[in-house]
């Protein structure tokens, strides 16, 4: 879960026009990984099956 709230944190931060110093490819980089391991695991429980 400490990888959603970051991501949240980030995007919360990048809504309000806060300059995080993080470059919005780092951010878009960061919220492909973590959808790409959310279909990995997704894959993996539904193979147990």
Avoid: K, W
């Avoid at 990048?14 to 790409?36: K, R, T, W």
């Amino acid at each position: 879960m400490g990888l959603f709230h970051a991501a949240t944190v980030l995007a919360s931060e990048e809504a309000a026009g806060q300059m995080s110093g993080v470059p919005s490819y780092v951010f878009g980089l960061f919220a492909f990984g973590a959808l790409a391991v959310a279909l990995i695991v997704t894959l993996m429980i539904n193979v147990d099956r």
